[in-house]
């Protein structure tokens, strides 16, 4: 539908059964981590930055960049409502790590360890 922003976003995210991101390439989907805060499952491309998380998690299928594969994948979500349910509360679960608290919490550990000249733990490093 193009750029939805306020009521409208609201709005088409209490009304989506499943939600479709079948970019090429994208390194932080704004729009892929509103539905999944609304506890709504996703179908993105493999070559996501974030495929491999929402893989783990289960918060949705991600598939090759092919039209049949993501017709089968959304058709699956369609036909299920409690695959839908569990990987919706998944991809909340996933982006609750994504929060600004969450965030917030991370760089403050970050900057407490440089100060403190101080390793940075492991789940501050990446991997």
């Known amino acids: 539908p193009g ?6 976003n609201l ?3 209490a009304d989506a059964d499943v939600f479709v991101l079948p970019s090429q390439a ?3 989907s704004f729009a892929m981590f509103e539905a999944m805060a609304s506890r ?3 179908v993105v491309s493999g070559t996501m930055d974030y495929a491999d998380q929402i893989r783990q998690c289960g918060a949705g299928f991600v598939v090759p960049p092919d039209p049949q594969e993501f017709a089968s994948a959304i058709l699956k979500l369609l036909r299920d409502s409690d695959l839908r349910r569990r990987m919706g509360e998944n991809g909340l679960r996933m982006v609750q790590a994504y929060s600004w608290k969450a965030c917030g919490e991370k760089i403050e550990r970050a900057i407490r360890c440089i100060l403190d000249r101080q390793p940075l733990p492991t789940d501050l490093t990446l991997q």
Not at 3 to 8: A, F, Q, R, T, W
Request: glycine share 6%; no cysteine.
């Open 26 to 28: 994208e390194s932080f």
């Open 40 to 42: 709504i499952p996703v």
């Open 11 to 13: 709005q088409a995210l």
């Open 3 to 8: 750029l939805l922003i306020g009521e409208e």
